[in-house]
T-cell receptor, first 111, second 113 residues
Framework: QKEVEQNSGPLSVPEGAIASLNCTYS??????FFWYRQYSGKSPELIMS??SNGDKEDGRFTAQLNKASQYVSLLIRDSQPSDSATYLC???????????WGAGTKLIIKP | DAGVTQSPTHLIKTRGQHVTLRCSPI?????VSWYQQVLGQGPQFIFQ???????GRGNFPDRFSARQFPNYSSELNVNALLLGDSALYLC????????????FGNGTRLTVT
């Protein structure tokens, strides 16, 4: 069973602090990893994609990938109340192009 | 450029009825995927189409079907609706290559009574 695991939260972080979101996946040969943000009642919005081990930065967001340990994380610096949402991790685990999704972590940024 | 557009935005149907959901991809995107999302869960994969051919199918019953048209738009059809089909149905488009990020529409909220 191919799985993507996330802590459901909620994760509460003070405004201005760093929010750290984690995701583990079961298939060692996975190659493509994505973080999506989803506000309540809305559709998922792509934040970051990462394909190689290491860090990838985009503005306040940094994605970190460690294929040996089979985890991918998302760091949000200088957290803002508008960052409060559910963050979904998604992984393409094999060549059939299908994304396997985690259940999401609910993030709450407290002013 | 216009994003992924879905119609309708909301729909209320009765058990046993049939429903058709529609999706237009981002211009230049040749792949369309359909997902079902229930509250508190991640999206569940239903279908993916690329260049009008079915590329993948998730673990959904045969009551669910889809197709992609020459202009790359797509329809999702659900027959014999059940209460459990109530969900947010998401359409996503991508360029279609392995690892291509998905871009989602605003979804269709289906309620079955």
């Amino acid at each position: 069973q191919k799985e993507v695991e996330q802590n459901s939260g909620p994760l509460s972080v003070p405004e201005g602090a760093i929010a750290s979101l984690n995701c583990t996946y079961s298939d060692r040969v996975s190659q493509s990893f994505f973080w999506y943000r989803q506000y309540s009642g809305k559709s998922p919005e792509l934040i970051m994609s990462i394909y190689s081990n290491g860090d990838k930065e985009d503005g306040r967001f940094t994605a970190q990938l460690n294929k040996a340990s089979q985890y991918v994380s998302l760091l949000i610096r200088d957290s803002q109340p508008s960052d409060s949402a559910t963050y979904l991790c998604a992984v393409i685990m094999d060549s059939n192009y299908q994304l396997i999704w985690g259940a999401g972590t609910k993030l709450i940024i407290k002013p | 450029d216009a994003g992924v557009t879905q119609s309708p935005t909301h729909l209320i149907k009765t058990r046993g009825q049939h429903v058709t959901l529609r999706c237009s991809p981002i211009s230049g995107h040749k792949s369309v995927s359909w997902y079902q999302q229930v509250l508190g869960q991640g999206p569940q994969f239903i279908f993916q189409y690329y260049e009008k051919e079915e590329r993948g199918r998730g673990n959904f019953p045969d009551r669910f079907s889809a197709r992609q048209f020459p202009n790359y738009s797509s329809e999702l059809n659900v027959n014999a609706l059940l209460l459990g089909d109530s969900a947010l149905y998401l359409c996503a488009s991508s360029l279609g290559g392995v690892g291509s990020p998905l871009h989602f529409g605003n979804g269709t909220r289906l309620t079955v009574t």
